[in-house]
Nanobody
Framework: QVQLVESGGGLVQAGGSLRLSCAAS????????VGWFRQAPGKEREFVAA????????YYESSVKGRFSLSRDNAKNTVYLQMNSLKPEDTAVYYC???????????????WGQGTQVTVSS
């Protein structure tokens, strides 16, 4: 069992920055990767980025590449999503999830956090 708790969401103006955290407890290292997904109102959940616990390899969805960056602190069992140059279209609930592979498919992730709201005003 793995428990995930996201934090760091909020309201920010376009062009601003936020850093989301995903704190894991239980046995997070039994799972290879942590992914971030987001879901805007009326839209399907979409992949944002993923990182591996072991060597910190990362994978980004094209619309966030160059603006978002992932890092992890294995000692704290925490993954961070730094979001810069935010746009109104980044507005969504952001979820972290842990899974056995670094995939952009939500089905590959077994445990999910409760989500944190990010709102970007224009």
């Amino acid at each position: 069992q793995v428990q995930l708790v996201e934090s760091g969401g909020g309201l920010v103006q376009a062009g601003g920055s936020l850093r989301l955290s995903c704190a894991a407890s239980g046995r997070p290292f039994n799972y290879h990767a942590v992914g971030w997904f987001r879901q805007a109102p009326g839209k399907e959940r979409e992949f944002v980025a993923a990182i591996t616990w072991s060597d910190g390899s990362t994978y980004y969805e094209s619309s966030v590449k160059g603006r978002f960056s992932l890092s992890r602190d294995n000692a704290k069992n925490t993954v961070y999503l730094q979001m810069n140059s935010l746009k109104p279209e980044d507005t969504a609930v952001y979820y972290c999830a842990t899974g056995r592979s670094m995939s952009h498919y939500a089905a590959f992730y077994d445990y999910w956090g409760q989500g944190t709201q990010v709102t970007v005003s224009s």
